[in-house]
């Protein structure tokens, strides 16, 4: 943070969006606690992240719209125990919903980095996804940010609590998944 500053925050903030694994969650409070030593203000500290969010989400968004609608329904009747009724069901529900699920959706994690498929897959217009998107960013990373801006040199102790947040959200698709599985395979056997 001290040698690339605001921009070196948004650089990893965005990649957070291509590369799940590198949570935000981690790189956020830090650059709270880089703010609280001066090395950019707490202002920069929120803009440049949340501009990473969002330049991060844009480039998901448009792979999303490059592949498009009916080649991810090609694509997700080929995965199996999925039926293209599946996919249909759920783009019907995102065009009703989508909005709410990309506001939402920026503050859950890893969903908050595959929210921008399903939003460029059905074209929702990109200027409402951007602002989605930048609203409810700036909402996850106000509370990171601040968190480590505040508890100076214990940011860290902010990561113990996001992973416990994790874990149940990781908990949460392990039990939906698997029901999925098992309604699945009991009504095709």
Do not use: C
């Not at 803009?47 to 009916?70: C, E, R």
């Not at 996804?129 to 902010?158: D, P, Q, R």
């Amino acid at each position: 943070m001290e040698s690339l500053g605001g921009p070196g925050a948004a650089l990893v903030v965005g990649l957070d969006n291509l590369f799940p694994p590198l949570p935000s969650e981690l790189v956020l409070p830090l650059a709270g606690f880089a703010a609280g030593r001066g090395t950019f203000g707490l202002g920069a500290a929120l803009f440049w992240t949340t501009l990473g969010s969002v330049a991060g989400a844009a480039i998901v968004y448009l792979l999303g719209a490059l592949l498009g609608h009916d080649r991810t329904r090609r694509l997700a009747g080929r995965i199996p125990l999925v039926r293209t009724s599946d996919f249909d069901r759920t783009a019907a529900w995102f065009a009703r919903h989508g909005g709410k699920a990309v506001f939402l959706g920026r503050m859950v994690p890893v969903f908050r980095s595959l929210v921008s498929v399903p939003a460029g897959v059905e074209r929702m217009p990109f200027g409402r996804f951007l602002l989605y998107t930048a609203a409810g960013s700036l909402i996850w990373n106000t509370g990171f940010v601040v968190a480590g801006y505040l508890l100076g040199a214990n940011w860290a102790v902010v990561e113990r609590y996001a992973a416990f947040f994790q874990y149940v959200v990781f908990a949460a698709l392990i039990v939906a998944l698997g029901l999925f599985v098992a309604r699945r395979v009991k009504a095709d056997g």
